[in-house]
């Protein structure tokens, strides 16, 4: 079982800047950040995979980072120039096997950027 557990999420003005951290209980070569705002469905926010390729959600390009130490333990998803619609509990994500599925999930960290 592998396990995913995020910290940094909090409270910031708009403008401001988090830093979100995931840490894996081993190392994995592609995985997700995902947010969920309060009636809206689960979204991609960023995947970084082999190679370190990265992708972004058209929302926040420009704006977040995700990038992970060496080990692949570690994936951090930095955060600027946060807006309102930020709003969210920030999940880490792994698809760790396509078929049959299996996925692994952090518990979700919250983040709650003010007006």
């Known amino acids: 079982q592998v396990q995913l557990v995020e910290s940094g999420g909090g409270l910031v003005q708009a403008g401001g800047s988090l830093t979100l951290t995931c840490k894996a209980s081993?190392?994995?070569?592609?995985i997700d950040w995902y947010r969920q705002a309060p009636g809206k469905r689960r979204e991609l926010v960023a995947t970084i995979s082999s190679g370190s390729s990265t992708n972004y959600a058209d929302s926040v390009k420009g704006r977040f980072t995700i990038s992970r130490d060496n080990s692949k333990t570690t994936i951090y998803l930095q955060m600027n120039g946060l807006k309102p619609d930020d709003t969210a509990v920030y999940y880490c994500?792994?698809?760790?096997?396509?078929?049959?599925?299996?996925?692994?999930w952090g518990q979700g960290t919250q983040v709650t950027v003010s007006s």
């Open positions: 081993v190392s994995i070569n592609t």
């Open positions: 994500h792994a698809l760790l096997r396509v078929l049959p599925r299996m996925d692994s």
